[in-house]
């Protein structure tokens, strides 16, 4: 049986993230959203510039999920700063966990979730947060299992299209 690595990326793999990003993406919302605002999100989202400056980011953190070498899904954290909106208190952000549709039901988005939650808690964060759209109901499921529950909302831009994020959290006890 081969066994699923989770491991952190740096700026040497900055095509693979761009290219895992742009298809995960591109898999989970092509056909809720326009062509032209899919377009456009998948040129500035994962544009080389933008990925690079994240990934030269301390305050922020990349993994991927490997199968053989092969590239299957991936898992963005924030702290501080880095986070996509200044929360109270000592939080980290799950900013992304995105894993290919075939990989799907495989447990690869638990590995990389609980990546996140064991990094939460070496790093001693009072609570972890995501926003995740309010449309994107496997993924609202996915949260609440591992017991999130909803504080508040936020618009998501993508393109000319203003989504609503239901914004989770879950305190880490140690």
């Known amino acids: 049986m ?3 690595e ?9 095509v693979q993230l761009q290219e895992i990003g742009r298809l995960t993406f591109a898999e989970t919302f092509s056909s809720t959203n326009s062509e032209e605002n899919m377009k456009t999100y998948l040129e500035e989202g994962f544009s080389i510039e933008k990925l690079t400056a994240e990934l030269q ?6 993994y991927f999920a490997t199968l053989n070498e092969v590239v299957i899904g991936y898992l963005k954290i924030n702290f501080g700063q880095a986070q996509t909106e200044v929360q109270e208190g ?8 995105y894993v290919l549709q075939d990989f799907h039901g495989k447990k690869v988005g638990q590995l990389l ?9 070496n790093k001693k964060v009072a609570f972890v947060w995501l926003g995740v759209w309010e449309e994107n109901h496997r993924a609202i499921q996915f949260y609440t299992k591992n017991g999130f529950v909803a504080f508040d909302q936020h618009i998501f831009r993508l393109g000319d299209d203003e989504q609503t994020d ?3 959290k879950l305190k880490i006890v140690d």
């Open 2 to 4: 081969n066994r699923i």
């Open 113 to 121: 979730y609980e990546k996140a939650i064991q990094i939460a808690k």
């Open 57 to 62: 980011n301390p305050a922020s953190e990349f």
């Open 90 to 97: 000592n939080s980290l952000e799950i900013e992304r966990i």
């Open 166 to 168: 239901i914004m989770m």
């Open 6 to 14: 989770i491991t952190k990326i740096s700026l040497e793999q900055l």
